[in-house]
């Protein structure tokens, strides 16, 4: 299996730019989440997903950030409008229900301008 | 919610000696404590974990042991080698894992030659 794929890598974009990451989980993984990594605040939960509906959002730090899955290979984290303070390394992970790892693809590291 | 504290944030040792890391956490519904490692650039990975129902768990020269009583847990690692250098993070979930993780905020484990 190819892991977790996100894309893209690297996003340069400038403040008040609609900003969108995806992600495809492992194939068969039913759950699905989205962290964000900053040097300050360390690894946070955004969101998560079991079966494409989201279970928790509470870490959704505004309503600038919506996430969607619309399906079991598919997931997107939208960020509308983009602040400086957005910048950061997001992280999907997923994970099958009856092991517990979460395995994280590569991240997307975001600048905003 | 959850809140996991981790100690301490920089550990430098000699190669060969051992190096030890603590955690501990707010939510006694806890159930699930994975450490990850992340290197320069990279995505965390998932190195060992332990489950509220087991006091220790041992993986060649890594062991973390939990106190459920005190609510810390402790990652272990002895004849520490260069490539034991990293970012380490230790994690709590009350899901058992299939939920999201709360991450400590991480130790910068350095090995001096």
């Known amino acids: 299996d190819a892991g977790v794929i996100q894309s893209p890598r690297h996003e340069v974009t400038e403040m008040g730019q609609e900003v969108t990451l995806r992600c495809k989980p492992i194939?068969?993984?039913?759950?699905l989440f989205w962290y964000r990594q900053t040097m300050m605040r360390g690894l946070e939960l955004l969101i998560y997903f079991n079966n494409n509906v989201p279970i928790d959002d509470s870490g959704m730090p505004e309503d600038r950030f919506s996430a969607k899955m619309p399906n079991a290979s598919f997931s997107t984290l939208k960020i509308q409008p983009s602040e400086p303070r957005d910048s950061a390394v997001y992280f999907c992970?997923?994970?099958?229900?009856?092991?517990?790892?979460?395995?994280f693809g590569p991240g997307t590291r975001l600048t905003v301008l | 919610g959850e809140n996991v504290e981790q100690h301490p944030s920089t550990l430098s040792v000699q190669e060969g000696d051992s190096a030890v890391i603590k955690c501990t956490y707010s939510?006694?519904?806890?159930?699930?404590f994975p450490w990850y490692k992340q290197e320069l650039g990279k995505r965390p990975q998932l190195i060992i974990d332990?489950?509220?129902n087991v006091g220790e768990k041992k993986d060649q020269r890594i062991a973390v042991t939990l106190n459920k009583t005190a609510k810390h847990f402790s990652l272990h690692i002895t004849e520490t080698q260069p490539e034991d250098s990293a970012v380490y993070f230790c994690?709590?979930?009350w899901g058992g894992g299939a939920d999201g993780l709360t991450f400590g905020k991480g130790t910068h484990l350095i090995i001096q030659p």
């Open positions: 194939s068969g993984h039913d759950y």
């Open positions: 992970a997923s994970s099958l229900s009856a092991s517990n790892e979460q395995f």
């Open positions: 332990i489950r509220s």
């Open positions: 994690a709590a979930s």
């Open positions: 939510d006694s519904a806890s159930n699930y």
